[in-house]
């Protein structure tokens, strides 16, 4: 792994979803990978850290998720805009070679199997909580945090230093039709 990708205290892991960005989904199962990007995610709980993401019934990674049990939620950044929105508008039901296509490289963390985006400025693994009902229904997928891991670069002491990180570091928000902002200036309330 990376010597700037350090671990994330797992009671503090939400915090690399709770400025709401557009995340990418990986999982693996049977020597299939895919990644596809989400814009509907969030952290759920604290302890044991949990999240949600919405899972279409027609992609690929929906299947693997639901096959192996485990998928990773990262933040992609910027540098990978174009990444981002080619694994977000690709299938790989229809493009076997889509990750090689997308120039998508993948590795992997020690001890787990799901692979993780190389590039990436955070990282949660989650192991899948069965919920039928409301995947069924809803694509919606629950996932405990087991292992979390940021790049230092951007992410350190437990909080975002986006303002100090360079622009290719801000992480992306879609909003329709190829259109993303990246996360803006930082404020802070005056106490």
Known sequence: ??????PVELEKAYRLLNHGPTVLVSASHGGSSDVMAAAWSCALDFSPPKVTVVLDKATSTRALVERSGHFVLQVPNMAQLDLTYA???KSLADHPAKLEQCKVELFHADGYEAP???????????????????QQT???????VVAAFADARVFRNGHWEFETAGPD???LHYIAGGTFYAIGEKAVVKT
């Open 1 to 6: 792994m990376d010597l700037h990708i350090l």
């Open 169 to 171: 570091w801000r992480s």
């Open 138 to 144: 809803y694509d919606l997928f629950i996932g405990e």
């Open 116 to 134: 993780l985006v190389a590039g990436c400025s955070a990282w949660l693994i989650c192991k899948l909580i069965p919920e039928p009902h409301n």
């Open 87 to 89: 694994v977000g508008s």
